[in-house]
């Protein structure tokens, strides 16, 4: 149930088994994915400039495998100062 | 004769493993399959009464590897059925007592003797599921629509492909397709999206099948019992047959599987 009605229970089962198993596989966290994300961000900026607001880091499903997938928006030459 | 050994194992306990390798050996055995059945089990023996052989053990899967008697003395016949046997599991005596060679050794033994070997696993991920699995030409997760279920074979699933025994399949057990309709238990496709392996058998939740427990009496020979039908199913599977999953899920699987969707 939510405070919008009757949410299928079923629903709720699969969506929390789906973040459950991808932290059971991959030994991952979502605290430790914050962290690397930040990581990640220091690194990249020492070469490029980089939109750290806009960085998005997932663990997407192949099958049984998971991936790593990380979206990085670069700053444009022509917004940076100077 | 080179048998293949099958294990039934889950993670979490109480699925329905017990009751599926009675199922399915009784299904094996009435197509004229020649079967043994090992309790992998030891300190908590069910096998034996769930086939209803509780009374005529004499010796163990322990003396057994520990040289007590020769494996056919260990073997109980189960006269319903021309070639049916279990090797029933020690009750006095903890998981130690067997090692996986051990059970390598035992089932290359089996391999001579019969068509198939039938290994039930104990819960778990500990020594009693390792000694099940170290023989296992297949291995099937058991699973229930249910989330700490659905959580443990996931954890199985990855400990058999790094053991290399995958990859597994699948059996979904107790499914209740009127609360799959009306979305308040997690649907075949839920599972088999959420797993990403092989099917090889739907079992629905059936009253018989404590009742079949109850008498000692597997239900897979009754044709009236949807649930005996399914283990019949999987026996069948196993055989190499291609045969249809059952309708019972109404989520969309079977329209998936006809090529409706
Ligand atoms: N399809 C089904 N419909 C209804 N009841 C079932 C079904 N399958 C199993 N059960 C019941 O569930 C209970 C547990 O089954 P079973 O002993 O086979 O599980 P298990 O996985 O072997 O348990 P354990 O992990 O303790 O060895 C039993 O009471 C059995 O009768
Ligand atoms: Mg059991």
Redesign the pocket.
């Known amino acids: 149930m939510s405070i919008f009605g009757r949410r299928k229970s079923a629903n709720s089962a699969k969506e929390r088994l789906q973040l459950v198993l991808i932290h059971d596989r991959t030994d991952l966290n979502p605290a430790e994915l914050e962290a690397l994300k930040d990581d990640l961000i220091a690194t990249i900026s020492r070469h490029v400039e980089i939109e750290p607001s806009g960085v998005v880091i997932n663990v997407a499903q192949d099958g049984r495998a998971q991936r790593l997938v990380a979206d990085i928006p670069l700053r444009s030459t022509n917004r940076r100062r100077r | 004769m080179t048998a293949k050994v099958v294990t039934v194992t889950?993670g979490k306990?109480?699925?329905?493993?017990?009751?599926?390798v009675a199922n399915i050996a009784v299904a094996l055995a009435a197509r004229g399959q020649k079967v043994t059945c090992i309790d992998g089990?030891i300190g908590?023996r069910?096998l034996d009464v769930?086939m209803g052989l509780e009374n005529r053990i004499v010796y163990d899967l322990v003396d057994v590897v520990e040289g007590r008697c020769r494996l056919r003395q260990a073997m109980i016949r189960d006269k319903r059925l021309p070639e049916l046997y279990l090797i029933p599991a020690a009750q006095t005596r903890d998981k130690t007592a067997v090692s996986p060679s051990d059970m390598v050794r035992l089932c290359d033994e089996l391999r001579q003797e019969v068509d198939w070997v039938l290994i039930?696993s104990?819960?778990g991920i500990e020594r009693g599921f390792k000694n099940s699995i170290a023989a296992a030409d297949k291995v099937l997760v058991?699973t229930n629509p249910e989330i700490s279920a659905v959580r443990d074979a996931d954890r199985v699933v990855g400990l058999l492909d790094a053991e290399e025994k995958g990859p597994a399949s699948l059996v979904i057990?107790?499914l209740n397709p009127i609360m799959v309709k009306r979305g308040d238990m997690l649907s075949v496709e839920d599972v088999l999206d959420l797993l990403a392996i092989d099917l090889i058998g739907i079992?629905?939740?059936?009253?018989n099948?404590?009742v079949a427990?109850n008498k000692g009496q597997p239900l897979a020979l009754d044709p009236k019992s949807r649930?005996g039908h399914a283990f019949d199913n999987i026996a069948r599977r196993l055989l190499g047959e291609q045969v249809p999953f059952m309708d019972l899920d109404t989520s969309g699987l079977w329209q998936r599987l006809l090529g409706r969707k």
């Open positions: 889950s306990g109480g699925v329905g493993k017990t009751t599926s089990d908590l069910n769930v039930d104990p819960a058991m057990n107790r079992v629905p939740e059936d009253e099948v404590l427990s649930a």
